[in-house]
């Protein structure tokens, strides 16, 4: 299950290019968060503790204790990070977006599909088609896992794995039709050479047929 990490926030008063441009140069990312039933707000975490905690995430779901501390006083919302904007040249988060979750209720979401072991069927010559690369489903937040490891060892030629042989953790239901392929082992390409086709006829002789206009040979006195 997913692992609850403890971020510190503060309020963001200020918005615009500027205000977010000066938080920025003093290490900090603008974010928002919203959701169990409390109202939209705008804060300002650290970049730094930011980076620190995706670049040791497992996976996708990323459960936080989020604490918020406002004119000396600390509040605390459980919060999963909704979205991550990036920079599109440099390694370096924008902005993030977090949706404050409650203990007792359940949350749909999307979880990371892995595949474990090299299938009996690769060994063999065959392809690993990853058809399902995330399972959608539903669970209260303490139950969420990091991703779904699933062991494709014993996969042949032709054998296919599908969301209902996924064993999902405790308090874990998956969304999606059961019978959905997730993996499947197909047989290998085989490519033919063109082979060059063969004339029926022989080679083309020249100047052998003569013209029927030729003269005969002149025929030799006796």
Same mark, same amino acid.
Request: aromatic share 2%; with cysteine.
């Given at each position: 299950?997913?692992?609850? /990490?403890?971020?510190? !926030?503060?309020?963001?008063? +200020?918005?615009?290019?500027?205000? @977010?441009?000066?938080?920025?140069?003093?290490?900090?990312?603008?974010?928002?968060?919203?959701?169990?039933?409390?109202?939209?707000?705008?804060?300002e975490v650290s970049k730094r503790e930011i980076g620190v905690l995706l670049s040791h995430a497992v996976g996708?779901?990323?459960?936080?204790?989020?604490?918020?501390?406002?004119?000396?006083?600390?509040s605390n919302r459980l919060a999963l990070i909704q979205e991550?904007?990036?920079?599109?040249?440099?390694?370096?988060?924008?902005? /993030?977006?977090?949706? !404050?979750?409650?203990?007792? +209720?359940?949350?749909?979401?999307? @979880?990371?599909?892995?595949?474990?072991?090299?299938?009996?069927?690769v060994k063999a010559g065959g392809l690993l088609q990853h058809n399902l690369r995330s399972l959608e489903i539903k669970c209260l937040p303490q139950d969420l896992p990091e991703l779904l490891e699933v062991d494709v060892s014993a996969l042949n030629i032709n054998d296919s794995l599908h969301v209902r042989d996924i064993k999902l953790p405790k308090g874990v239901t998956a969304i999606p039709d059961g019978e959905l392929t997730v993996f499947l082992v197909s047989e290998p390409t085989v490519v033919e050479e063109p082979v060059a086709e063969e004339t029926a006829a022989g080679p083309e002789v020249i100047n052998e047929k003569k013209s029927e206009d030729a003269e005969p040979p002149a025929e030799g006195k006796k």
């Amino acid at each position: 299950m997913s692992k609850q /990490v403890k971020v510190t !926030a503060r309020p963001r008063a +200020e918005s615009g290019r500027n205000a @977010v441009k000066k938080l920025r140069a003093r290490g900090g990312i603008p974010a928002n968060v919203y959701g169990a039933k409390h109202a939209p707000a705008n804060l300002e975490v650290s970049k730094r503790e930011i980076g620190v905690l995706l670049s040791h995430a497992v996976g996708e779901n990323i459960l936080v204790d989020l604490e918020i501390n406002a004119d000396g006083k600390t509040s605390n919302r459980l919060a999963l990070i909704q979205e991550v904007q990036r920079h599109p040249f440099r390694d370096e988060v924008l902005h /993030v977006d977090f949706h !404050a979750v409650s203990m007792t +209720e359940e949350i749909e979401t999307e @979880v990371v599909i892995e595949p474990i072991g090299e299938p009996v069927g690769v060994k063999a010559g065959g392809l690993l088609q990853h058809n399902l690369r995330s399972l959608e489903i539903k669970c209260l937040p303490q139950d969420l896992p990091e991703l779904l490891e699933v062991d494709v060892s014993a996969l042949n030629i032709n054998d296919s794995l599908h969301v209902r042989d996924i064993k999902l953790p405790k308090g874990v239901t998956a969304i999606p039709d059961g019978e959905l392929t997730v993996f499947l082992v197909s047989e290998p390409t085989v490519v033919e050479e063109p082979v060059a086709e063969e004339t029926a006829a022989g080679p083309e002789v020249i100047n052998e047929k003569k013209s029927e206009d030729a003269e005969p040979p002149a025929e030799g006195k006796k």
